[in-house]
């Protein structure tokens, strides 16, 4: 049996909303710990990108779509990514907030004595 990907297309932005980056995955949760992590060198890194505002599934498991989604997002006016943003996140919060954090249970901070 085929295994099914799934792609998605993604914005970033840094704290003050002043900088953007459309990028595309097959792992979202895992490609946002990158940025957050700075675990991959490059713009998001230098600029401090790691804040989640948008992303979309495409709508095939064909890589190629994700990719020509992305590449047509990369080269719209600013003014028409933040349009998009806005229509699904109009205070432009962190989507990824929470994903990461750690519960309780898995810590080894409770004192058991």
């Known amino acids: 049996m085929p295994?099914?990907?799934h792609?998605?297309?993604?914005?970033?932005t840094n704290q003050n909303n002043?900088?953007?980056?459309?990028?595309?995955?097959n792992n979202l949760v895992r490609r946002m710990h990158e940025h957050k992590e700075k675990l991959v060198l490059g713009f998001t890194e230098k600029y401090n990108v790691n804040k989640l505002v948008y992303f979309e599934e495409t709508s095939a498991s064909d890589v190629h779509a994700a990719i020509t989604r992305e590449k047509e997002i990369k080269k719209w006016r600013r003014e028409k990514k933040n349009n998009l943003v806005a229509a699904v996140n109009p205070e432009w919060n962190d989507l990824s907030d929470g994903w990461f954090e750690i519960s309780r249970c898995a810590r080894n901070d409770?004192?058991?004595d």
């Open 3 to 5: 295994i099914e990907h």
């Open 7 to 12: 792609y998605y297309v993604y914005l970033l």
């Open 18 to 25: 002043k900088v953007m980056y459309v990028g595309m995955t």
């Open 110 to 112: 409770r004192n058991d």
